[in-house]
């Protein structure tokens, strides 16, 4: 019955939210009252968690929030954010055993190794108190654990194995989680180059600004090893828990680039509340427990709310009392590879050798004997990839080697900030990842920046890799105020969605600047400028239904293409009948969704590639990703080529079609095709009946990664595989009146009722209150814990 009524459904007022949110309360029944002495606390607190699931904590220092955030953190999501430590520092054999022997090293090659004085110092003042008294909170909770007086989670049943204490340093080393580009499409270039020439690599990857790819002085692009980043995957991918075969490139790449976002932030004067509004909705992977994790901190001096990765003290995106932020990627190219021709541990460098830096290092190993690694390092960073019996190697320099680059820890910058100032001041010290920072304050003030670490490469445009030899080498960064800006636009909003938003010439001097040359097909973006556009005054429900909007500006172009197409095949003539009535909306119940998303993503671009003549070997790299380059060379073919790909490319979608969903196309329905299940990579160790309850859905879902609803699919069975976890809209100024959404749910124990709740609603497009106030808080208060010292 669930399924039937949250399907489709998308909230149209705040009213709407608030009434769910009470429905939900009579459900959820009298508040639970708890107390406990909690060592390491060094003052009484309070944590209320509300009926969605959301800890408020009320602290008496800013050091006993962060210490209770730490401590909540592993109250709820144990499991998640020790596995999150275990990956990041390579200690995942030592729990789990020699099948992570290789993970580990991987990982350790990308741990940050410099000065932590330098480290500590990048971040706000408050950073450091943050970071140590979210430390001592997991450790607390950790220590209860181990000594029997919580529970201990299933995760760690299921594995044979135990949490381990946090050191502070830990939290800022881990870089991997953080978001960086473009190795990967480096060596993609390079190899589609060597396998078809430049003309192939446009069918990969649209660039801009517009650019013309030219291969570096000194490289053959021939001899970058197909599996030259495997240490790299390695080191940035999840903790599997069953045997899985290495990936093909194209693959990681597509994954990876399902990762975006969308924010915008709408001035008072085209908004209905005569307030400021901020939205944001980050995409991620979404599974079971979410990656994001909502939290409200208020201590003197501090009062901030939002969302950010659990493992992470503050927040990464939110509002405090003054002012609110979001954020999404903005495409910065933050990363080479570099060549190598090398002798034994020695590089070829300006005319000489110079040897590459060793660090040895122990793997503990559970059951076995630790395993002794070596790492190497160039002066550009990690060795990935090393054949000494060909003289050849290969190493990344990346901003995480840097001080300041700990993921999303630049937002600490954001959590005491009163005015627009403090946002620049943020913005010029943000690290990793790169973003779009949208600002709204309550004084009025809107906003956007582009923030992150920015390499200056002054001879080379970083779309290939380069030789290592000294010819190509990073000139430090661009400075402070340095990267594009826009306070109080004249239009009255500034959203973004990860396409190229670089002003052009002579607003910004972008082609010296080469920020970056790859972003994501501005297919949500044109969908968000259109509906922001048509609205005078925005309100809140606005801006909820725009995030949850699934119309696709680039099935549009689709629908362009075969206007004018006929077919004497009934079955395709029946699916063109379809696209060319269809409103570009991709619900649920839309036959012609589901026969664009197959034919788009899964065969149009394999049909043009053989049309093109690109070798086998260019065609597999060229399938990956967006549609948008394959659209955009179709457009600009005759139709005597364009036509037979089109039509042979919808017989084939039609004829898979067909053997998923039925002969009768009027059964087909992208919902069938297209949903939400979240299944925890440990529930592959589990017995049916426990994988069951940690298995979330599965649901119908609407979108695409084409719609500013955010749905990338996985092409092999269709289930939704990125997206927006947390949504928030936040009603600047009158703050209790914003909502948000986190799915599945607040918990990460699959028996706590807040481990589910919330998917459903997510999946309908629905929201619940996100409150600020105390009495607000107190109001919906599911419940209240009241924390002591423990003597």
């Not at 699931?53 to 709820?76: C, E, K, M, T, V």
């Not at 890799?465 to 909003?493: M, Q, T």
Request: hydrophobic residues 40%.
């Amino acid at each position: 019955m669930m399924r039937g009524a949250v399907r489709g459904q998308v909230v149209g007022s705040l009213a709407a939210v608030l009434m769910a949110g009470a429905a939900h309360a009579e459900i959820s029944g009298a508040v639970h009252q708890e107390a406990a002495a909690v060592t390491g606390l060094q003052a009484p607190a309070e944590l209320i968690v509300d009926r969605w699931g959301i800890p408020h904590i009320y602290a008496a220092s800013s050091r006993d929030a962060f210490f209770l955030q730490g401590w909540n953190a592993a109250r709820d999501r144990l499991w998640q954010i020790d596995l999150w430590r275990k990956r990041g520092l390579g200690r995942l054999s030592a729990s789990f055993g020699p099948a992570y022997v290789a993970q580990d090293r991987a990982a350790r090659l990308f741990l940050y190794r410099g000065d932590m004085t330098a480290e500590w110092a990048a971040y706000d003042p408050g950073g450091r108190e943050a970071v140590e008294a979210f430390a001592a909170g997991v450790n607390a909770y950790v220590a209860e654990v181990r000594a029997g007086k919580r529970p201990l989670p299933v995760e760690f049943k299921l594995t044979d194995s135990q949490p381990e204490a946090w050191a502070p340093e830990d939290i800022l080393r881990i870089r991997s989680h953080a978001l960086v580009s473009n190795v990967t499409s480096e060596v993609a270039r390079a190899r589609t180059i060597c396998a078809g020439g430049p003309a192939a690599d446009t069918l990969r990857r649209k660039l801009e600004p517009a650019h013309k790819v030219v291969v570096p002085k000194g490289l053959d692009p021939c001899a970058v090893p197909a599996d030259v980043l495997k240490d790299y995957v390695l080191a940035t991918e999840a903790v599997s828990f069953k045997a899985l075969a290495p990936k093909p490139l194209g693959q990681v790449i597509d994954e990876r680039g399902a990762e975006g976002s969308n924010n915008w932030t709408i001035s008072a004067a085209r908004s209905a509340t005569g307030r400021p509004i901020l939205a944001n909705d980050p995409h991620r992977p979404v599974g079971a427990p979410s990656l994001r994790y909502i939290a409200h901190l208020d201590a003197p001096g501090l009062s901030i709310i939002g969302a950010g990765e659990p493992a992470l003290p503050g927040v990464s995106f939110g509002h405090n009392g003054a002012v609110s932020w979001g954020l999404t990627i903005f495409y910065i190219d933050q990363e080479d590879l570099y060549a190598y021709q090398t002798q034994a541990n020695a590089y070829r460098y300006k005319g000489g050798l110079e040897p590459m830096k060793v660090v040895r290092e122990t793997i503990e190993v559970k059951g076995e004997a630790p395993r002794e690694v070596e790492l190497h390092y160039t002066r550009h960073g990690p060795v990935v990839w090393q054949d000494e019996a060909k003289g050849q190697a290969f190493a990344i320099r990346t901003i995480w080697n840097q001080p300041g680059l700990a993921g999303y820890f630049g937002s600490s910058r954001m959590w005491r900030a009163k005015g627009w100032d403090d946002f620049q001041v943020a913005r010029n010290k943000w690290g990793a990842p790169p973003l779009n920072l949208v600002y709204a304050d309550a004084k009025g003030d809107i906003g956007w920046s582009a923030a992150g670490r920015t390499p200056v490469r002054p001879n080379w445009d970083g779309l290939m890799p380069v030789p290592g030899d000294g010819r190509y080498e990073w000139a430090g960064f661009v400075e402070d105020g340095g990267l594009p800006v826009s306070k109080n636009p004249a239009e009255g909003y500034f959203a973004t969605a990860n396409a190229m938003n670089i002003p052009a010439e002579p607003a910004y001097p972008r082609e010296k600047r080469k920020l970056g040359y790859e972003w994501a097909d501005p297919t949500r973006t044109q969908r968000i400028h259109e509906v922001l556009d048509s609205l005078p005054k925005s309100t809140l429900a606005d801006s909820m239904a725009l995030q949850t909007d699934s119309v696709s500006p680039q099935a549009r172009r689709g629908i362009a293409l075969v206007k004018d197409l006929s077919s004497p095949d009934p079955v395709v003539a029946e699916a063109l009948r379809l696209l060319k009535a269809w409103d570009a909306n991709e619900t649920t119940d839309s036959a012609a969704a589901a026969i664009y998303e197959t034919w788009a993503v899964k065969h149009l671009t394999r049909h043009t590639a053989e049309a093109a003549g690109l070798p086998e070997a260019a065609r597999k790299l060229v399938g990956a990703g967006s549609p948008d380059p394959t659209l955009t060379w179709l457009e600009g073919q005759p139709a005597k080529v364009r036509d037979p790909v089109l039509l042979s490319s919808l017989a084939d979608a039609v004829a898979e079609l067909t053997g998923r969903l039925g002969a009768d196309m009027a059964t087909w329905s992208w919902g069938r095709l297209h949903q939400a299940k979240f299944v925890p990579a440990v529930a592959a160790l589990a017995d049916p009946q426990l994988a069951a309850q940690m298995t979330v859905g599965p649901l119908q879902v609407p979108g695409s990664a084409s719609t500013p609803r955010a749905a990338t699919w996985r092409p092999g069975d269709f289930q939704q595989t990125a997206g927006a976890s947390v949504r928030i809209v936040l009603d600047v100024g009158a703050w209790d009146n914003s909502v948000a959404i986190n799915t599945p749910g607040q918990s990460g124990d699959p028996m706590s009722p807040h481990y589910r709740d919330l998917f459903p609603l997510w999946a309908a497009g629905s929201y619940v209150p996100l409150r600020f106030s105390r009495g607000a808080v107190e109001a919906d208060a599911e419940t209240i814990m009241r924390l002591t010292p423990a003597r």
